[in-house]
């Protein structure tokens, strides 16, 4: 798994390639947890080039969303670029419920 930030005006865009497994799930939770404590208020995810998330994975989005909420003000986390079939396991957990999910990463981040 490869991870690359970059900061931009509103947010920071993460872009990530490869698997987010239970392997390199901790990776990926340290690299948006140190965005966060560096002050990112907001992180847009790209993972069009992620083919699978596993619940070590999925876990990560959930502690990165619990420590921007708990800011002042709070910051959110948006996901684009995600594939139809990881917008699915998405979905299954109902993480559709807490994250907005957007086609583009222009669109994402306009959207902060």
């Known amino acids: 798994m490869e991870i690359g930030t970059e900061a931009l005006k509103r947010c920071h865009l993460v872009t990530v390639q490869g698997r987010i497994d239970s392997l390199s799930a901790p990776e990926f939770e340290t690299a948006l947890l140190d965005l966060i ?8 995810i790209n993972l069009a080039a992620v083919d699978f998330i596993s619940s070590a994975g999925i876990s990560a989005f959930i502690r990165a969303r619990v420590r ?3 800011r002042i ?6 996901i684009s670029e995600v594939s139809p079939f990881l917008r699915e396991t998405f979905e299954l957990v109902g ?3 807490l994250f907005t ?3 583009q990463d222009v669109d994402a ?3 902060v």
């Open 37 to 44: 404590e560096d002050g990112a208020a907001n992180l847009v």
């Open 109 to 111: 981040v306009g959207a």
């Open 101 to 103: 999910f957007y086609d």
């Open 73 to 78: 003000p709070p910051g959110e986390i948006l």
């Open 68 to 70: 921007l909420k708990k």
């Open 95 to 97: 993480l559709h419920l």
